[in-house]
């Protein structure tokens, strides 16, 4: 069997699972390719204009991929922890997906909800090893397998390497520059190319060292906002926070760049909170939105990122000098 799975959203942060999940089941999965002008363009065509952009992108992969598989991977991933929930947009994904006016092929949509207990999340892992073998040991070992090749991707997320070269598994030296930048925002956002308009890629090009959120220990994460005046109950939310104040804390960024997209309300929602809980605690390091959409255009990015560099330059000289 043929299992698609589209390169957007949650690929970002589980594909090492799923892919080997799947293939040690006998699997064939079949990856969507990166992004571009058309993937975009069947996104919007066929979404609504409320829906935001990481979506519209998700739409545009799985219709590139639905004549090329047997069935597409799209799970509705309530929680993935306990007292916290996802991002409304990936309890209703499947739905959103079936309700599109193309043809599809069979949808696997497992329900995960660790917000249950274990017991319950492990059936769900039974039902999606079931459309493959009904030897449950087989499942089980092929999902352990699944999580020790997610552990050491997040190991090396969490060594310093940027998400994209340990996804692709080729790792390139980090700029020597005296700058460092820390990038927040959902993966999804910022490890596809085409919507960043590489915007990793350019701060290197001036010899920034780029930091992102994944680099940050879930433990880290979990500490830094407990101390936060408002408890966040959406999990994903919580790691971009989390990095930002554990920057702060440690002073170990000049800057931060945080990006976001259009109508996307937690995104919108914890902007408002780093600028208040940076405020409230005193921190002086800059920090600069990006907003993108289907819209977005490099010149404006490029002229944002040279005056945010320049600024800081001055301002880390001013701090040496």
């Known amino acids: 069997m043929k299992v698609g799975v589209p390169r957007a959203l949650l690929y970002y942060k589980y594909f090492p699972l799923w892919e080997t999940f799947f293939s040690e089941l006998g699997a064939e999965v079949v990856l969507s390719s990166p992004t571009n002008k058309r993937i975009l363009n069947l996104g919007t065509e066929a979404a609504e204009n409320e829906v935001c952009l990481p979506v519209k992108i998700f739409y545009g992969h799985v219709i590139s991929l639905k004549d090329k598989v ?4 799209i799970p509705r991933i309530v929680s993935v922890e306990g007292g916290a929930y996802t991002c409304p947009k990936f309890l209703g994904l499947p739905d959103m997906i ?14 995960f909800n660790l917000k249950l207990g274990l017991r319950e999340f492990y059936r769900s892992v039974y039902e999606l090893g079931g459309f493959f073998t009904k030897n449950l040991f ?6 352990q397998k699944g999580l020790n090749k997610l552990d050491s991707f997040e190991n090396l997320l969490h060594d310093g390497h940027l998400l ?6 080729r790792f390139f030296p980090a700029p020597k520059g005296r700058l460092r930048i820390g990038v927040v925002g959902h993966p999804y956002n910022i490890f596809d190319q085409y919507i960043s308009m590489n915007l990793i890629e350019r701060l290197q090009k001036k010899g920034i060292k780029v930091l992102t959120a ?10 830094i906002v407990t101390g936060l005046q408002k408890k966040l109950f959406w999990t994903y939310e919580k790691d971009v926070v989390g990095a930002v104040f554990h920057w702060l804390d440690a002073k170990s960024v000049d800057g931060i760049i ?11 929602l914890i902007q408002i909170l780093i600028e208040h809980e940076a405020k409230q605690q005193g921190f002086s390091v800059p920090i600069m939105p990006i907003v993108i959409d289907e819209h977005s255009g490099e010149a404006g990015l490029v002229t944002r990122l040279e005056a945010f560099v320049d600024m800081m330059s001055r301002k880390v000289g001013s701090e040496k000098s």
């Open 258 to 268: 945080y990006v976001l997209s259009f109508a996307c309300g937690p995104d919108s």
């Open 98 to 111: 079936r309700a599109l006016d193309v043809d599809l092929p069979q949808i696997i949509s497992p329900t």
């Open 138 to 143: 087989k499942i089980v070992m092929a999902f």
């Open 70 to 73: 047997d069935a597409l991977f």
């Open 164 to 169: 994209n070269e340990a996804l692709a598994g």
């Open 214 to 223: 994944e680099m940050v220990e879930e433990e880290v994460v979990d500490k």
